[in-house]
């Protein structure tokens, strides 16, 4: 098993059960997120901006505008945490006080920096279409060099890292399992919705039509 | 309209048509979210963490365990920013430089403080009821002492606060209008599936199994 070695900032000190530090766990979490939130300090205070990402084995891949706030203060080699975050379900307990949700969700800290190399950056543009949905960068036509220019990529490694996994029905208290209240779990996913079509009569691709994930 | 006066930083620079500083469409982005991510400074380093919340009027509350580290460095009085983000969709543009995601968040900037007062402290915690399922709150048990001696609840002013949105199809360069591939929005969001019972024989109540968010 892949451990990641705990650092102060990664060993879960809450719940300490609830936490995970196999690389195999912390990945398949990120592969499945959409959207990340990324930290950063400015002006000695914090922000938490949501945005898009994709994973290459040991890195995080996070882009944007070249003109973005966020990435060219990220790209100067500020420290940074991202967290991903996938909610799996409410938790009804026989009391307010043992309400909690399922969920996965990783913390990554480290420093991002800018990925000048042109191969590595065309590489991580297509870890993003295809992280969006797999099958959708062949169809593409190649990124133009202004739209080279124009996006900032930046590489997070994936090293002090941790998971922290919540899963199955409500712990109440022994006091509390005779009360006459509905106790369970709703879980919660993200499903998609019938296809909005913008192009003229283009089949859906089956990479969509059939997409496992929603 | 009820509009949140700009600050520096509540000023998007990036896209700024999609900002969006309406009170009323900040609340409603709140009210919707079940999870924020909340970030703050320890040790000079920005830490991204996510909790469940809930609003009142001119408020957020979060709260969790007393001995929570995060929630202790909170409630000292550090700068904090909490953000909230609904994914409503992927764009799938003809390029994948347009490609996008529709969603809704806001951040809000500001100190947080303990809530000492014992009624706002209750009132606090029925909110947090109240907002994982409306109608929650008056099927459960009082809080017991304890419990609220376990718990610690934080108010951080909606005051510094912004919301960002993007809605509709791709917004494709013209020269992309014929590609010969599929563009359009896959709507996302959150569904419930089957609830899963812990109780024994206890009746789902209407607020659940009728529960029109999910």
Same sequence: chains 1, 2.
């Avoid at 959207?35 to 990402?53: A, E, Q, R, W, Y």
Wanted: hydrophobic residues 45%; contains cysteine; aromatic residues 6%.
């Amino acid at each position: 098993m892949d451990l990641i070695p705990n650092t102060p900032r990664t060993t879960l000190r809450r719940i300490p059960q609830n936490a995970v530090y196999e690389r195999s766990a912390i990945d398949a979490i990120l592969d499945e997120g959409l959207i990340c939130h990324v930290g950063f300090v400015l002006d000695n205070k914090p922000v938490v901006i949501p945005t898009s990402f994709a994973r290459a084995k040991d890195h995080l891949y996070i882009h944007g505008s070249a003109a973005s706030r966020m990435l060219l203060t990220l790209g100067s080699g500020v420290d940074v945490c991202v967290t991903v975050t996938l909610l799996d379900g409410i938790v009804f307990a026989r009391s307010a006080f043992n309400h909690s949700m399922n969920y996965r969700s990783v913390v990554i800290f480290g420093t991002a920096s800018v990925v000048d190399d042109a191969g590595e950056k065309l590489e991580a543009l297509r870890l993003f279409a295809e992280h969006i949905v797999p099958g959708r960068w062949q169809e593409l036509r190649a990124p133009k060099p202004l739209e080279l220019k124009a996006t900032l990529v930046l590489r997070l490694p994936i090293e002090e890292a941790s998971a922290k996994v919540r899963t199955g029905p409500p712990e109440d208290d022994p006091d509390d399992m005779n009360a006459p209240v509905w106790a369970g779990v709703m879980p919660l996913a993200l499903r998609k919705g019938e296809l909005i079509e913008d192009s003229n009569g283009i089949q859906v691709p089956d990479y969509l039509r059939d997409d496992p994930r929603f």
